[in-house]
């Protein structure tokens, strides 16, 4: 790591807590809370008894969705010029693995996660103006 680098790490960690971290967490409230008037959204949990995310991404989850859909529902979505991805892509389905014998059939819900599963962005800048 560069010393601008590091500079700028030590920067970012002092305003994780009290800035950050807020903020991300409103975005993530923000979705969820749109999201989960609808029947087709899968909302993520974030927060536990025993666990609390860093609210780094929003992985939205559709019900009823194979890849081919979801994979349509990601260019709709491009062509209104927003960047969403698919985020989580299962270890079996890299080609390192595969070249090792893994196969995905042998991870079913592994797979039905990752073909129904849609990340949205989750810049801090997104609510600033709101």
């Known amino acids: 790591m560069t010393d601008i680098g ?5 920067i970012e960690l002092e305003r994780y807590d009290k800035d950050t971290l807020i ?7 923000f979705y969820s809370s ?17 666990k609390t995310s860093s609210y780094h991404v929003y992985a939205l989850r559709i019900k009823n969705c194979n890849e081919a859909k979801r ?7 491009f062509e209104r010029d ?7 892509i299962p270890v079996p389905m890299f080609s390192f693995y595969k070249n090792m014998g893994y196969d995905i059939k042998s991870y079913p819900q592994t797979f039905k996660n990752y073909e129904c599963e849609i990340s949205l962005p989750f810049f ?3 609510l600033m103006s709101s």
């Open 71 to 77: 994979d349509q529902i990601l260019r709709l979505i």
């Open 82 to 88: 927003v960047s969403v991805n698919v985020h989580f």
């Open 23 to 29: 903020r991300r967490k409103e975005i993530f409230d």
């Open 6 to 10: 590091s500079a700028i790490g030590l």
């Open 124 to 126: 801090i800048i997104l």
């Open 34 to 50: 749109y999201f989960s008037k609808h029947e087709w959204a899968i909302v993520p949990t974030y927060k536990t008894d025993t």
